[in-house]
């Protein structure tokens, strides 16, 4: 009888189900989209990470993110190849702080991330890659992330312009995309590299500092005991990671120590605020239209048990009606959202069901809010 | 407040004089009730008896604001006795608490001034919100409920909601709701 009557007091009149609704939908769709920005920012951020063919990783021990350059010696990775049980290990250069790309449709200069490697080397498992790579052993030219942000200018295979102040050709494209930090990708070879980013004061070449190692074992199931040993054999200038303890290591950085986590962290938390409110207005409405009939039902002998258990049937229901909607309308936007802006937003299954723990959550702390006033009447007060 | 008592029973005002304790519905005795507190404490009740047999119909009469409505709500387990002794259903009201008045209730046909149905379910469901109360069966209740609508001559709106009904009819749904339990208690019919 509870489950019928918290149903009927919902649905009894379709125009305040409809406004009832579209709150919640509005606060649903508000979480929805800040965490998907703060998941769509933790996952373009190791993005790149996800596609280099390796088991363990080098990377200097100082790092404490991708981005900012923090380069180790060339050595180490040598060192490592050496180890028995390391089959492959290949250096990865990266420079995001001295590229400069000039837009080759529109000559405006922009910074982007270059990803230097051997040709002959497969340090990324993205086909596209492997089947164009050799192509970059002509010097001065370019792989160009065909997802960089438009005003990178995604100029066609053939098209010449500067990087750095020099010539360079884009012969082919990838595809990777922007994150927060990066607004767009090349790649090119090593050479290419050394000949862009050479300090002309330095004595040393600029391949002799690696941003990261990329090593291949031979037994997949051996890698934590390799990697405990490549720690002890290369010293403490280098950390050696597993890939899940490096994607782990950059989404910590974008999680714990930007500024942009907390951001879309605290939108998530106003918008779950915003929706215990709209929802409490709209359960405490509801009720206090019907006090007298509850006042009744008390003065008939049904205990304040009942009451609290119909307004939670009632919350219930409201999340669900305002979930499936809102879950239509978020799925919508993210694609919006993705073609738009060429952010990765995704609507996983565990966030699916997260934001509809979420959202009963929200209605049934309304609706314990809302109960008080229905339970606080006096059955006397209905003659 | 006059109380006019009728019963089945030849010479009601003799039989309930002799009648025993027991036997009463309701045996109210020297009750006092005061509203509000401190220097606001107003006396509304003074040295009020009623006894009630079973099957008798009372109607109680008196000038608006002489406490009628305050004895029914004390009657009805509606509200804590203050001082004297009411009775009710061989239980003395006076002393229990909110969840022990609740109880009580549970054994008491009400039927309000005010109808309050619920607007968003049928004449059916609202009766049955009642009835579910008294642990009936689901099919008898079924029945019983249609028999009782039926002979209220609601027969053919057992499935309409309050806002379909006329004041009369909605007003016969209000008192088959509280058939659920007997004895009834009405308040300005
Ligand atoms: N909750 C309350 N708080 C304070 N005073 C009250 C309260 N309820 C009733 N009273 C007072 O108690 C007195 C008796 O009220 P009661 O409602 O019992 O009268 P009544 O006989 O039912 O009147 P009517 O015929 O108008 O319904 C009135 O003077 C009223 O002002
Ligand atoms: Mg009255």
Known sequence: MR????????TASKKRLAISTSGIVFAVVLMFMQIGFRNALLDSSVEMMSYLNGNLFLISSTKYRLLTNDPFPLRRVHQARGIPGVTEAWPLYIETEAAVWKNPLERSSHAIRVLGFDPNDEVFTLPVVRDQQRVLLRPDTVLLDDRSRDFVGIAPPGTKTELTGRSIEIVGHFTLGADFAVDGNLMTSDRTFERLFRNAHAMTSRLALVEIGVLRVSDAERIVPLQTELQKALGHDVAVLTRPEFMAFERRYWEKASPVGFVFGLGTVVGFVVGVMICYQILFTDLSDQLPQFATLKAIGYDNGFLRRMVLV????????????????SFLLYKLISVLAGLQMRLSGSLIVVMFCLTVVMCVLSGSLAVRKVLSTDPAEVF | MNVVTSSSQPNPGVAKAVKAADEL?????GLNHYFGEGENRKQVL??????????????????SGSGKTTLLTLVGALRSSQEGSNCVLGKELKGLGAKQLNE??????FIFQMHNLFDSLTAFENVKMSMELHGHKSRDMRREIIKILSRLGLGERIYYKPRQLSGGQRQRVAFTTSLGSFPAVSDSV
């Open chain 1, 3 to 10: 489950v019928l009557l918290a149903w009927r007091n919902l």
């Open chain 1, 314 to 329: 009632q919350s219930m229901l409201l999340s669900i009606f305002g979930y499936v909607p809102a879950l239509g309308l």
């Open chain 2, 25 to 29: 519905v309701v045996n109210v005795q």
């Open chain 2, 46 to 63: 003074f040295n009020n008896t009623l006894q009630v047999g079973p099957g008798e119909l009372v109607i109680m009469t008196g000038p």
């Open chain 2, 104 to 109: 009580v209730r549970r054994q008491i046909g």
